[in-house]
């Protein structure tokens, strides 16, 4: 404990960080105040109601921090530029002038964030009119929808994801890093407490008695804890390859004959299948209900009501029936996806044959495996088997907050893929400051 506050105290203590950490502060202020910003045009009240009926729309209300429910300026927030990230990534693999870029160092990266700009606002305009045409036919714009209510909404709402991005941005350059990872995180933990606040009052002190409470209130917390920690242990979580590097002889000197490693980690996609899975799910539910169209169970339900329903994770592991618990294949469907997504996404971030050329290149070779096709295939099978572990473990994550809700209704907005979200966003930032302290203390460096 003395050992942390010292290191807080030494983070503190130098101007530079000081500096940053205020920075970064101050902009997340800001965040706060444009989530609260009401929308012109739109009645706001009606709206609440709209999401208090439609709990299907939590994902994506908690990665918007509420402000997609309050309908503020931020209703979209970061999801455009999330989203247009993710496409970007994808069609690196599709499209080879993007894969030229991504591997053109520095230059191409910063070509590559150009794009997803540009996609990002792309994307918030087309959302931003679904949004404004579907809640108008809906009546809940003041002013119905007319070409002034509905530009209004769009460029509003395209203006303040425009803004967020730029914050992000600012955040990164200016602030402690990973900014768009930061306003995302900051989003999540302004509705935990709320959300630890109502589990407290339904299972803790509206107990039936102080006995069922002090346990419940036990088995929540050992929950959550148990959750940060197995996430922790999942993220820090690696397969270290070994690898020997040829000596040789330049002139008098020898050089190389060093040993490193490769470092392979265990979940190396993230929580990106999970978001994946998610958006693949959560899409057609919010296309449908701004077209009026709601998620049902009952037997009088349309096809299209049935299949929504399927979708709704709301309705998955719900004990009490049967035909309740039926709905739960679309949990089953939704791991799979997971596992996909999770294989998918690692196969277009880590090359196996591009590190078994470069490892040639320099004269390196995992011991006791041939350098070339040998070496690409070792590394091609050791990847599989960890993608496996990783992904079984995502799943666990998003498993156990979607079995609670759904068999004892403990409906909170911090499920799985926020918790990887916090956790990981948490600490890479920790690590990005813990290395502009060590940075600090190499020679030439410091100030």
């Known amino acids: 404990m003395n050992n942390v506050i010292e290191k807080l105290r030494n983070v503190w203590m130098t101007k530079d960080l000081r500096k940053r950490i205020i920075y970064t502060l101050l902009t997340l202020i800001v965040v706060r105040i444009g989530c609260q ?71 191409g990266r910063k070509k590559l964030a150009e794009y997803t700009r540009y996609l990002s606002i792309i994307l918030a305009v087309m959302e931003s009119a679904a949004m404004a045409i579907g809640f108008g036919r809906q009546g809940y714009l ?35 890093g990973n900014g768009i990872s930061i306003i995302l995180l900051y989003n999540i933990v302004s509705r935990m407490p709320q959300d630890i606040q109502s589990l407290v009052e339904k299972y803790v002190t509206g107990a039936s008695n102080i006995t069922s409470g002090i346990i419940a209130g036990i088995i929540i917390t050992v929950i959550l804890v148990g959750m940060v920690v197995f996430i922790i242990y999942l993220s820090d979580g690696e397969r270290r390859i070994n690898v020997q590097y040829s000596s040789k002889t330049i002139g008098r000197r020898r050089v190389g004959g060093q040993a490193s490693y490769i470092p392979l980690k265990i979940n190396t996609a993230g929580v990106i299948p999970i978001i ?23 037997k009088s339900a349309s096809t299209l009501e049935k299949v929504l329903a399927y979708l709704n994770q709301n309705n998955w592991c719900d004990i009490s029936s049967l035909s309740k618990f039926k709905y739960t294949i679309g949990l089953v469907v939704y791991i799979a996806l997971v596992i996909f997504f999770a294989y998918f996404y690692t196969a277009i971030t880590f090359n196996p044959q591009e ?15 041939r350098p070339g096709k040998p070496t690409q295939d070792y590394l091609t099978n050791v990847l599989n088997n960890i993608i496996m572990i990783g ?33 990981g966003v948490i600490l890479e930032t920790l690590k990005q400051i813990e290395s502009r302290m060590v940075v600090r203390h190499y020679k030439g460096f410091s100030s």
């Open 391 to 423: 992904a079984i473990g995502l799943s666990f994550v998003a498993f156990v907050p979607i079995f609670f809700s759904g068999a004892f209704g403990a409906n909170v907005s911090f499920g799985g893929t926020s918790l990887i979200i916090v956790v």
């Open 37 to 107: 910003l009401p929308l012109p045009g739109v009645d706001s009240t009606v709206i609440k109601d709209f999401f208090e009926q439609n709990s299907s729309l939590d994902l994506f209300n908690q990665l918007t921090g509420g402000s997609f429910s309050e309908m503020s300026i931020f209703a979209l927030n970061i999801t455009p530029y999330i989203t247009a990230s993710i496409i970007i990534q994808l069609l690196t693999i599709a499209i080879p002038r993007l894969e030229e870029l991504h591997k053109d160092g520095e230059e």
């Open 355 to 369: 590190i078994s050329s470069n490892m040639k290149k320099q004269g390196g070779f995992i011991p006791g495996i």
């Open 276 to 298: 994946f899975a998610g958006s693949l799910f959560q899409m057609p539910i919010v296309i449908a209900s701004f077209a009026g169209v709601q998620p049902s169970t009952a």
């Open 142 to 176: 003041t002013d119905g929808v007319t070409f002034t209510s509905v530009a209004i909404c769009v460029v509003s709402l395209t203006a303040g994801a425009s803004f967020l991005m730029w914050l992000g941005e600012q955040i990164t350059e200016n602030g402690i």
